[in-house]
């Protein structure tokens, strides 16, 4: 099985640590990657990747690397601590480049046979909406199951954390990874991802953005083809 780590920030905290030890429960094939030290560029709102190619957008070249990484990961791990109840501003640059990744757009086959895991930690609170902040993105990639994970560290550093809390970290993230290899190589999309994809393919099949028509078409979508297993 092989994971691909994106960490919300370069420092090696909380986040990071879980990441991690989740990720070595699972594989010893594992790839990390750091924001913004391995990708740090804002979107600038050039619509090119919609209305023509991804290629050309100005980071793509320096995105790629990461791109490469999750299409050939078995899972996907977005890790990022909560700041001001939100993902932090590293993970949301990263991921407003892939919108032309959406369903809406040219959502990529292998993702709908993947599973993707959104993991954040707080001093405090505001996991949750963390967490949705990273799981938006993996719906509407096609990801075909996505888990999320909160931990209330109650520290700022994972040395200071109890042992009495990284014990219950440790418990969950055991239980989380026996349900993803209990579905490694046969997990299949839900199915509100299913229904989200059929309206998409009707939008697809009036055509409103002939760059992504075209896709749709090339895959065999319009024709009946899937992009999940039968």
Not at 23 to 49: I, K, M, Q, W, Y
Not at 119 to 130: L, P, R
Not at 134 to 139: G, K, N, Q, V, Y
Request: charged share 25%.
């Amino acid at each position: 099985m092989k994971i691909t780590i994106i960490h919300g920030q370069s420092h090696q905290g909380s986040t990071c640590h879980i990441a991690r030890m989740l990720a070595n429960r699972l594989s010893d094939d594992v790839e990390e990657f750091f924001l913004p030290r391995d990708f740090g560029e804002f979107c600038v709102g050039c619509t090119t990747c919609f209305s023509e190619t991804e290629t050309r957008c100005p980071h793509f070249a320096r995105l790629s690397p990461i791109t490469k990484a999750m299409d050939d990961a078995d899972v996907i791990i977005l890790a990022s601590p909560v700041y001001v109840y939100h993902t932090t501003g590293a993970m949301k640059a990263f991921l407003d480049h892939y919108g032309w990744r959406w369903m809406v757009h040219r959502p990529e086959e292998k993702m709908f046979s993947k599973q993707a895991v959104c993991i954040s930690t707080a001093a405090g609170a505001g996991m949750k909406s963390t967490n949705r902040d990273m799981a938006h993105s993996t719906f509407f990639w096609g990801v075909a199951k996505t888990y999320t994970y909160g931990a209330a560290v109650m520290e700022t550093s994972w040395e200071r954390v109890r042992p009495k809390k990284k014990q219950a970290i440790e418990k969950k993230l055991d239980a989380l990874a026996r349900k993803i290899v209990k579905r490694q190589g046969h997990v299949r999309p839900s199915v509100k991802t299913k229904m989200f994809f059929s309206v998409m393919l009707q939008l697809q099949k009036r055509g409103w953005n002939e760059a992504d028509v075209n896709y749709w078409k090339e895959k065999g979508w319009t024709k009946g083809k899937r992009p999940w297993k039968p």
